[in-house]
């Protein structure tokens, strides 16, 4: 039996090494698909990531197909099966480095709007694909600064689905509609060292910060809302001392870590830490980390007519979720007032022996053509 088109590429785009923030020739294998078919492609290089925006149409609604050709590292190649980069089909999956994350998904749209415009050229408004070569890395010259250039330039999103693997356990039970923020601390608590049999004469830092530790720990940060968990407070490291036992250190380093809702924004769950810590009288430097602000899609245009493509191709109901970590979701919303997440099951992901199970990927492309119909013909 012949390869499906969506097959042939997903191996082809899995057999290119792009270890973030490498793109290893993705993005040109992408443009030389979608050139022929009426895309202008654009490659924005911000430092050493490559970012592609390939634009087919002028007119509105554009509805935009986002990825990352970048991938983690494999990892201990001993531990594989087989080669990570060497794309493999064994008893019913694709296997290799990025074939759940999200090589895949990036085959699957790139086939489904190849056959949509051979189906519908006049189609009404637009389509797009954004890929960046640094969603598994810093996430800073990437996705972020190419919607950066897009607004500079007046280009208005309507609709956006980033390719993330959100099935759980078969394709089409999930869509994402949104994601948390996430704010990282590091605090740096200050006291005085000393020797442990003179106490007096010292300042303990870990007994002056742990009531205002297990304080922060017991506070309900908001009750989350329909479409959110409540917001979370996590300690993720701690450090203080020199090693030795006899020695009081003089000071405590703790980095901790907020999931939020939309329920709270980053000004006041910082300013409740700050004023938690003044009331402990305590001695502190603290540096914040914004990851990303929560964004979130309503039901509306676009949750209708993905999850009525995924029921009509794979007779599954979708749920809407908001779980999980950040996605470049998070920078296109600012821009696009409708953004979901919709890709392959995520069982696998980041995981010696990346899979995909084969007979998901031609309903997965045919989920994003019927979604392409659903939006753009009339």
């Not at 992408?30 to 050493?48: H, K, M, V, W, Y």
Request: with cysteine.
């Amino acid at each position: 039996m012949s390869e499906s088109a969506v097959l042939q590429l997903a191996k082809d785009l899995i057999a290119r090494a792009s270890v973030t923030p490498a793109d290893a020739g993705c993005q040109t294998v992408l443009s030389q698909r979608l050139n022929p078919i009426g895309f202008a492609c654009e490659t924005l290089t911000f430092d050493d990531v490559t970012n592609l925006w390939a634009r087919r149409g002028r007119t509105a609604p554009l509805l935009v197909f986002a990825g990352h050709s970048d991938v983690v590292p494999p990892g201990p190649l001993d531990k594989w099966d087989s080669n990570p980069f060497c794309p493999v089909v064994r008893d019913g999956y694709l296997y290799g480095r990025g074939a759940a994350d999200m090589k895949s998904s990036i085959a699957a749209f790139t086939v489904a709007v190849e056959e949509f415009v051979a189906a519908h050229p006049d189609h009404k408004g637009s389509i797009a694909l954004l890929i960046t070569s640094d969603e598994e890395g810093p996430s800073i010259n990437g996705t972020s600064k190419v919607c950066n250039a897009l607004s500079s330039r007046g280009e208005k999103l309507d609709y956006c689905i980033v390719g993330e693997p959100t099935s759980v356990t078969q394709l089409g039970d999930t869509i994402k509609n949104g994601r948390r923020g996430t704010l990282s601390g590091k605090l740096l608590v200050k006291g005085k060292q000393g020797h442990v049999a003179y106490p007096h004469l010292a300042h303990n830092p870990i007994h002056a910060l742990a009531p205002a530790l297990a304080e922060l720990t017991c506070i309900q940060w908001d009750h989350g809302n329909e479409y959110f968990p409540a917001t979370t407070f996590q300690v993720s490291n701690i450090h203080a001392g020199t090693g030795a036992t006899n020695v009081i250190p003089g000071e405590i380093t703790v980095d901790f870590n907020f999931r939020f809702c939309t329920e709270n924004t980053p000004e006041t769950l910082m300013r409740r830490v700050t004023d938690t810590l003044d009331q402990h009288k305590l001695d502190f430097d603290l540096a914040w980390t914004l990851g990303g602000e929560p964004f979130l899609t309503p039901k509306g245009m676009l949750n209708a007519a993905i999850g009525q493509a995924i029921l009509d191709e794979t007779g599954v109901t979708a749920g809407l979720s908001t779980t999980g970590g950040t996605s470049d979701g998070r920078f296109i919303a600012k821009i696009c007032p409708q953004v979901i997440e919709f890709g392959p099951v995520n069982a696998s992901i980041h995981q010696i022996n990346e899979r995909i199970q084969v007979d998901t990927l031609e309903p997965l492309k045919n989920v994003y053509r019927r979604t392409l119909e659903n939006l753009l013909l009339d």
